[in-house]
T-cell receptor, first 113, second 114 residues
Framework: KAGVTQTPRYLIKTRGQQVTLSCSPISGHRSVSWYQQTPGQGLQFLFEYFSETQRNKGNFPGRFSGRQFSNSRSEMNVSTLELGDSALYLC????????????FGPGTRLLVL | KQEVTQIPAALSVPEGENLVLNCSFTDSAIYNLQWFRQDPGKGLTSLLLIQSSQREQTSGRLNASLDKSSGRSTLYIAASQPGDSATYLCAVPESGGSNYKLTFGKGTLLTVNP
């Protein structure tokens, strides 16, 4: 069974631009979560989707948004990029949610210049 | 609000040594606890998930224990190898009604020297 895939793997953007990251979960998994990882803050929860519905959202500004499609693939969008948005963005999938084993993708490394 | 702490932040050991990584959490009303491994610049790999009703969970050379009442978990690695070098993270689902996110510790960076 294929694992969680994330595209693109690396991205360089400039301040003020916007970016869209994609996550394809393991086949059959309906829950997709997104996390931001930085050296200073560690892993921080962004949001979680299940069957196209956002069930939980972390403490991030409205510039961070996401969605999930009917095939469970998910995208997250960051508008008006800031230098502090530079991070590794990870998505995780599971059958039903955080009470199960989470399977993480390799991440998208975003650098904002 | 759940807080997860991992001690030590970094650990360096010679090959073959047995070692223990620690994880503590502030809210003992957890559903489960997961241990992950992260290699530099990579995603997380799930190692063990231990349910709140369990005391221990084992996979190969790894053994995780959970003491909910004291808010602690340990990950025991037997006969460490250089390939075990990585950052180890523990995580718990958010307590309360919304169990849809994990709260992570900052991790323990393990270096196993040949």
């Amino acid at each position: 069974k294929a694992g969680v895939t994330q595209t693109p793997r690396y991205l360089i953007k400039t301040r003020g631009q916007q970016v869209t990251l994609s996550c394809s979960p393991i086949s059959g998994h309906r829950s997709v979560s997104w996390y931001q990882q930085t050296p200073g803050q560690g892993l921080q929860f962004l949001f979680e989707y299940f069957s196209e519905t956002q069930r939980n959202k972390g403490n991030f500004p409205g510039r961070f948004s996401g969605r999930q499609f009917s095939n469970s693939r998910s995208e997250m969008n960051v508008s008006t990029l800031e230098l502090g948005d530079s991070a590794l963005y990870l998505c995780a999938s599971s059958l039903l949610g955080s009470q199960e084993t989470q399977y993480f993708g390799p991440g998208t490394r975003l650098l904002v210049l | 609000k759940q807080e997860v702490t991992q001690i030590p932040a970094a650990l360096s050991v010679p090959e073959g040594e047995n070692l223990v990584l620690n994880c503590s959490f502030t809210d003992s009303a957890i559903y489960n606890l997961q241990w992950f491994r992260q290699d530099p610049g990579k995603g997380l790999t799930s190692l063990l998930l231990i349910q709140s009703s369990q005391r221990e969970q084992t996979s190969g050379r790894l053994n995780a224990s959970l003491d909910k009442s004291s808010g602690r978990s340990t990950l025991y690695i037997a006969a460490s190898q250089p390939g075990d070098s990585a950052t180890y993270l523990c995580a718990v689902p958010e307590s309360g009604g919304s169990n849809y996110k994990l709260t992570f510790g900052k991790g323990t960076l393990l270096t196993v020297n040949p």
